[in-house]
């Protein structure tokens, strides 16, 4: 299932909203909507510490806008991971 456009107009509305951190962290599923993240990979987009990505992610996910896409393969480690996906 893709996102829709209506989702991604209502991402963009919010985005100046966020604290900087949780802003660029945002925009980074934004930028491929249709693609999954694990915390190591976008670290590694925004030229991050993991220290610094996890928790963004964390307080994203409680505030509904990321979700659990899949338990794989990081592009990165190659190892087990967690990816996240914007919620519809």
């Known amino acids: 299932m893709s996102v829709q456009q ?9 985005l100046p909203e ?6 660029q962290v945002l925009q980074v599923f934004i930028w491929n909507p249709y ?11 925004l030229g991050w510490e993991i220290n ?3 928790p963004r992610v964390l ?3 409680k ?6 896409s899949r338990k794989r393969s990081c592009h990165i480690t190659g190892n087990t991971a967690m990816a996240w996906r914007l919620a519809r």
């Open 59 to 61: 307080e994203l996910r």
């Open 52 to 54: 610094c990505v996890t």
């Open 63 to 68: 505030m509904g806008y990321l979700k659990l």
């Open 18 to 23: 966020l604290p900087r951190c949780r802003r």
């Open 35 to 45: 693609r999954d993240y694990t915390n190591l990979e976008v670290a590694r987009e």
């Open 6 to 14: 209506t989702s991604l107009d209502a991402y963009k509305k919010i």
